[in-house]
């Protein structure tokens, strides 16, 4: 099988004005919707939780605060899984609960796996 890497991006959403319950569900459906993928042997690895804030290095110098001033979407995070191609990773990033919040699941094979 091949790796490839799934990368969430969410809409910029501020979660420390969610509720311990709504925090609660939303960490459940994330721990389900990653468990099924380990329960099937495909996950790889998990990727760390990305902070907020950051810089963007650009051309000529040029130095921004925060990773995603340009768009709309910011990188939450990112897991590793296994698949046998790329449909078939694009199949497993369905029922990704950065989808159900107005995100998407960006899916990329890794070179040299």
Same mark, same amino acid.
């Given at each position: 099988?091949k790796?490839?890497?799934?990368?969430?991006?969410?809409?910029?959403? #501020?979660?420390?004005?969610a509720s311990?319950?709504?925090?609660?569900?939303?960490?459940?459906?994330?721990?389900?919707?990653?468990?099924?993928?380990?329960?099937?042997?495909?996950?790889?690895?998990?990727?760390?939780?990305?902070?907020?804030?950051?810089?963007?290095?650009?051309?000529?110098?040029?130095?921004? #605060?925060?990773?995603?001033?340009?768009?709309?979407?910011?990188?939450?995070?990112?897991?590793?899984?296994?698949?046998?191609n790329?449909? #078939?990773?694009?199949?497993?990033?369905?029922?990704?609960?950065?989808? #159900?919040?107005?995100?998407?699941?960006?899916?990329?094979?890794?070179?040299?796996?």
């Open positions: 099988m790796e490839f890497m799934l990368l969430f991006r969410q809409p910029n959403y #501020d979660y420390s004005n311990p319950k709504e925090m609660e569900t939303l960490s459940k459906k994330w721990k389900d919707w990653a468990g099924n993928i380990a329960s099937q042997g495909k996950l790889a690895s998990h990727g760390p939780r990305l902070a907020m804030e950051g810089k963007v290095l650009k051309p000529g110098g040029m130095i921004t #605060d925060g990773p995603f001033v340009e768009i709309k979407e910011q990188l939450g995070s990112f897991i590793i899984i296994k698949a046998e790329l449909d #078939d990773a694009t199949t497993l990033a369905h029922g990704c609960p950065a989808i #159900d919040e107005g995100g998407s699941v960006e899916i990329r094979p890794i070179y040299g796996s």
